[in-house]
């Protein structure tokens, strides 16, 4: 259709029971938590959206959330990735030019927590994959002013 938004047609007499990834897939909200759809017509709550992630989040709990805003709140993100057309199994490196600089919280930090999300702040487990992150540290260097 030209609204973007899925029509489900269930004939007189049946039933249909969905999935609840299929469902959101399609941006119906009717059947969700194990509902059974009985005749009638459905309309899509949303738009269809195949790709449903389209960016990754990348959290890094330890870092000062002074200054670090995502729309008005302190957050630990470090970055966001976006995501092309890939297969599974591709294998794909970003690479951050020029480099991200952000503080990280004071004190003692003995252990790095890095999380991945979504746009929604869902974290991702990627089906059991692992993804990998390498962080590269640099101290930061006083700056001398020469007369």
């Given at each position: 259709?030209?609204?973007?938004?899925?029509?489900?047609?269930?004939?007189?007499?049946?039933?249909?029971?969905?999935?609840?990834?299929?469902?959101?897939?399609?941006?119906?909200?009717?059947?969700?938590?194990?509902?059974?759809?009985?005749?009638?017509?459905?309309?899509?709550?949303?738009?269809?959206?195949?790709?449903?992630?389209?960016?990754?989040?990348i959290h890094l709990e330890q870092l000062s959330t002074t200054g670090n805003y995502v729309d008005g709140a302190p957050s630990t993100l470090l970055d966001t990735v976006g995501l092309g057309r890939y297969i599974l199994g591709d294998t794909v490196t970003v690479r951050f030019e020029p480099p991200v600089f952000k503080p990280l919280r004071d004190g003692h930090i003995s252990e790095l927590k890095i999380t991945i999300r979504d746009k929604r702040g869902k974290f991702i487990n990627n089906h059991g994959q692992p993804i990998s992150v390498v962080l590269d540290f640099q101290p930061t260097l006083p700056i001398k002013f020469v007369d």
């Open positions: 259709m030209f609204t973007k938004l899925v029509e489900l047609l269930v004939p007189r007499g049946w039933e249909v029971h969905i999935t609840e990834g299929l469902l959101l897939l399609l941006g119906l909200d009717d059947g969700l938590h194990g509902e059974w759809l009985e005749s009638g017509t459905y309309t899509g709550d949303r738009v269809i959206d195949f790709a449903a992630i389209k960016t990754l989040q």
